[in-house]
């Protein structure tokens, strides 16, 4: 899973947790088609790595990413943007990974930035991580899912106030509505509350670990009663596996839990 690319690092830093750094700082991290190629090629590694089991994705310390790039976008015309599908290939990295994602946000997270950190399934920022959809001021709107996610993350009355406006919001904020599952004093404390709490994941049953986020993915597209139907079709399939036998036997007698991950 560690071969090189040009605009972005990946390593292993941690049993069973891959890291993503978006590395493209003289743009700020701004997304280019080839940098989501390549964020693509390295989700679907990890996703088929047997030593990886969860990933952080992280931009700098002064930007997770400034938004899709303006300049590859700026001269694109209708047809074009409409047969070659711009940005579909977005929608990828919601899918190639079916290991839990953490975006581990700091700095910029504009435009496209923000969209790609609300694709994760956890997210954490620093306090004053810079939140935002400007497209609005580019003559666009959000096209990565940002009316979508944010709306759902925040609520139709602040999605349209940030959409309409373009006004960014602070890690702080984020934290108190809900996008950020947690919030840290700085860059440091930041990447490693993300490698750890992707350690903790890490250290469970894998088939568990991927059923519980697939379960918790459906409460974004189901209606509640589809919704708890699903989790108990999967939540039984699971007394099919091994691990649920190991783990529930090894809490009655005291034990750490040896996962076989079947
Ligand atoms: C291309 C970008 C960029 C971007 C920054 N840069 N953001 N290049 N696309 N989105 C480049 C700058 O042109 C500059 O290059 C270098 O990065 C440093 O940026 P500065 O502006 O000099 O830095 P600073 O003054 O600190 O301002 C930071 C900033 C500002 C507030 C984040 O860069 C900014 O407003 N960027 C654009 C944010 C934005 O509108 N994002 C949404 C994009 S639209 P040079 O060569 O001059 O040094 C979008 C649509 C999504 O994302 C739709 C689907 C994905």
Redesign the pocket.
């Known amino acids: 899973a560690c071969r090189s690319y040009e605009f972005i690092e990946v390593s292993e830093p941690r049993p069973g947790v891959g890291l993503v750094k978006l590395n493209r700082p003289?743009?700020?991290n701004?997304?280019c088609s080839p940098l989501i190629d390549e964020l693509n090629t390295a989700l679907r590694a990890f996703q088929a790595s047997p030593t990886v089991a969860a990933v952080v994705l992280t931009g700098s310390e002064r930007?997770f990413a400034?938004?899709?790039?303006?300049?590859?976008?700026a001269p694109l015309t209708f047809s074009e943007a409409y047969t070659k599908s711009f940005?579909e290939s977005?929608s990828d990295l919601t899918t190639a990974l079916k290991k839990p994602l953490i975006a581990a946000v700091a700095g910029?997270a504009?435009?496209?930035?923000c969209?790609l950190a609300l694709m994760a399934d956890i997210l954490y920022c620093t306090a004053n991580a810079?939140f935002g959809q400007?497209?609005i001021?580019?003559g666009?709107i959000?096209?990565?899912g940002?009316t979508q996610r944010l709306t759902r993350a925040v609520g139709k009355a602040r999605a349209m106030d940030l959409i309409l406006t373009g006004r960014s919001f602070s890690g702080e904020d984020a934290e108190r509505w809900g996008v950020a599952a947690k919030v840290f004093p700085d860059y440091e404390a930041l990447l490693e509350g993300a490698l750890s709490t992707a350690e903790t994941i890490a250290g469970y049953s894998k088939v568990a670990v991927q059923a519980a986020k697939e379960a918790v993915n459906k409460s974004q597209d189901l209606a509640l009663r589809d919704g708890v139907e699903y989790e108990r079709r999967v939540f039984h399939s699971l007394f099919g596996t091994n691990d649920q036998k190991i783990g529930m036997k090894a809490f009655a007698e005291k034990k750490k839990p040896e996962w076989t991950h079947s």
């Open positions: 003289k743009a700020l701004a997304l930007a400034a938004g899709a790039d303006i300049k590859e976008m940005i977005w910029h504009l435009g496209g930035g969209e810079n400007p497209e001021k580019l666009v959000p096209g990565a940002g």
